[in-house]
């Protein structure tokens, strides 16, 4: 288990391809990749990942949600298979890259009149993302999101019913956001947790990098334990949320010196 950086944290400032260097350079170790243009979903643009990836490890991919993912999940079959279609492309360069897992949204919770409770008809569409995500090697894991479709506890405990052993991705702030306690994210998540975004937050409620806030990391990490998770955790955060690119630096320092005393 190792404690990294998401190429998000450096969305704005640097492309992915440029910021995987930097990553290296910052001794991230292990990162989430995150592609957010149709541009960056070829086999192309993977090779260009994996010729700036170093020696990071790439643990995880992720995707810009409203570009295809809610067409993973819908109802029209053009629509669904031109999905899948770009699905594929972005579970080769997890395949290229060496990442084992793929974080997703699903549906962005926009629309009135949809049915966000149909956990059958979810889960099972939720099983065959999963099935063709293990064709490539890569695990499907389902982020807690507070406008997508895990944005309340409970969620996953339905769709679970219909796609057995789905992977999880906690995010501590989407937690906070959807006003859920990521404590009981976790007790639902359980031993399924793969992944985990981490980001601090201010008195004031601001987004900041770990240690730069008042979040209690050492109970997240003891919790974390206790439901013996074995995955990577990533430092998450928004461009305008920190100065200096240094300061990611600064922050996987001190996660990881307090990894060492609980872990």
């Known amino acids: 288990m190792e404690i990294g950086i998401s190429t998000a944290s450096l969305f704005k400032r640097q492309y992915n391809e440029d910021a995987l260097i930097t990553l290296n350079e910052l001794d991230a170790r292990v990162c989430e990749v995150f592609l957010g243009t149709y541009q960056e979903y070829t086999d192309d643009f993977a090779k260009l990942l994996k010729e700036s990836k170093g020696n990071l490890n790439v643990h995880s991919i992720h995707t810009l949600n409203t570009h295809f993912e809610p067409q993973l999940f819908g109802a029209n079959p053009r629509a669904v298979d031109d999905a899948y279609k770009i699905f594929g492309n972005c579970l080769n360069t997890a395949k290229l890259l060496g990442a084992k897992c793929y974080t997703l949204h699903g549906i962005a919770r926009f629309k009135r009149n949809v049915l966000y409770n149909d956990y059958e008809k979810i889960g099972k569409q939720m099983l065959k993302a999963k099935d063709f995500a293990k064709t490539f090697g890569v695990e499907l894991c389902l982020e807690n999101v507070e406008w997508a ?7 996953y405990t339905e769709i679970v019913k219909y796609c057995p052993d789905l992977k999880t991705c906690l995010d501590v702030k989407q937690a906070r956001i959807s006003g859920d306690s990521y404590k009981d994210y976790i007790k639902e998540m359980g031993s399924s947790i793969q992944t985990v975004h981490l980001s601090d937050v201010t008195e004031s409620g601001a987004i900041c990098l770990p240690g730069k806030g008042t979040f209690n990391f050492e109970e997240l990490f003891k919790r974390l334990k ?38």
Request: charged share 30%; aromatic share 18%; net charge negative.
């Open 149 to 155: 479709y895990y944005n309340h506890v409970g969620f």
């Open 226 to 263: 206790d439901v013996n998770f074995k995955g990577n955790m990533l430092i998450e955060v928004y461009t305008n949320d920190y100065g200096e690119i240094v300061e990611l630096k600064e922050s996987v320092d001190y996660l990881r010196n307090l990894k060492e005393k609980i872990f």
